[in-house]
């Protein structure tokens, strides 16, 4: 294919929900309002899962039908169907409806390598929705755009508040939309909103930040890379590590390599993740199943650059387990308003995500289940950040690491020590 592909937008307006709802407003949490901005991503639906789903309704019904899943969603899912109150701290339920786009490609997914390769062939931007006109992107919960490609596949982008849902409940709110598209009665899982259960401490003043050019990177750790760190921990200490725990000690270790010209080497270098803490608030919110909103403890491991790039990676695992082990003390303080994470967000701190475990490549809007899902949020530029996402089908096991974390004199390092575990 020759020149740059185009999409072009067949229709767009907003999905209300199917019924009344209720008005008012609704308080956002104490950890809803230290998170903000949207989050894009971008879901790959091959035209063989449309096609067998489908027994020849054709791409028009399937858009139909997922419109409608949004429609019924929105009934108990009615919050999300408002916008975000001037404040910034709380929802006005409206009943607005989503922004829905229906958008067309002038290429096959095979003409852009599937959405697989980095960087895209197809600028992400187009897939992703616009918002619509005369409102602000700050009120926005939630927009999608269907792309239908040439070869009868799809692409569905979507852009959720982090203010409104963490990565597990926005997967949860779109796990419905495809149950109800599909025709269930209800979702399966009952929303909660909860947030006023949310303990209040009082909140750090804001961080400062620091622009930076990112470069977007890609790398596929393979299972057998995975499993050789995991038997050096268990050679070392006697016991084995979540596929988390190999990725993230692999991770942290090529970063510092890939800075070791940028800092000094007792200068302290940093990973950070967001581990979740519904379980921690059993008797607490309502109901754990449920809520949506963000439930996330921000955990850290900091060494120095040297210590990092030395130590055997059965060494780093242990740092990651430890992190992780005291984000339910630390979790409990920040609760007493006793203490607080203290994680700087400049360059020497790397912060991850995994969306490998939280749903996105199980919904089902009637297309079957994506083949790949990744994020495409290029408009952050402040803080370095990875995330896990599972490989593209059917090339499942092992984890892909999508990254913006480093610049670009930092970056062919960084990919040259990657690629040594692909």
Sequence with gaps: MTGTPTVGRLSAAL????????????????????VGGLVNLIQVFPPSSLSAAHDGQGAAAAVAAMRMGFARALVPYYPVAGRISPSGLAVDCTGMGVWFVEAAAGCTLADVDGLECCPLLIPGEL????????????????????????CGGFAVGISFSHAVFDGQGAAQFLTAVGELARGLPTPSVAPVWGRDAIPDPPSPPPPQLTEFRFVNQVADISAESIERVKDELKQAAGEG??????????VFKCRALALAAALPDDAKVRVGFAAG???????????????????VYLASVACTGRAVRESPLAVLV?????????????FADWMRGVGRPDVPLDYSTAIL???????????????GVP?????H???????PALNYVSPPAPRRGGIRVVLRCVEEPHAAVLAAELAKFT
């Excluded at 590590?241 to 692999?250: E, G, K, L, Y």
């Excluded at 242990?318 to 630390?330: D, I, Y």
Aim: proline share 9%.
């Design 318 to 330: 242990g740092a990651v387990r430890e992190a992780k082990e005291a984000v339910a003390a630390g």
């Design 371 to 375: 083949s790949y899902v990744f994020p």
């Design 127 to 150: 897939l992703l929705p616009r918002p619509p006109p005369g409102e602000k992107l700050d009120g926005l919960i939630l927009m999608a755009q269907a792309t239908r490609f040439a």
């Design 15 to 34: 999905i209300s929900p199917v019924e009344p709802t209720p008005g008012g407003t609704l308080p956002l949490s104490s950890i809803d309002k230290t």
């Design 377 to 383: 949020n290029d408009h952050v530029d402040f803080v």
């Design 241 to 250: 590590c979540s596929t988390f725990d190999a990725v993230t000690a692999v």
């Design 277 to 295: 803490t519904r379980h921690l608030l059993r008797g607490v919110l309502p109901a754990v199943d449920g809520y949506y909103g963000n439930c």
């Design 353 to 367: 995500s995994d969306w490998s475990r939280l749903g996105f490549d199980e919904v089902d809007y009637g297309f």
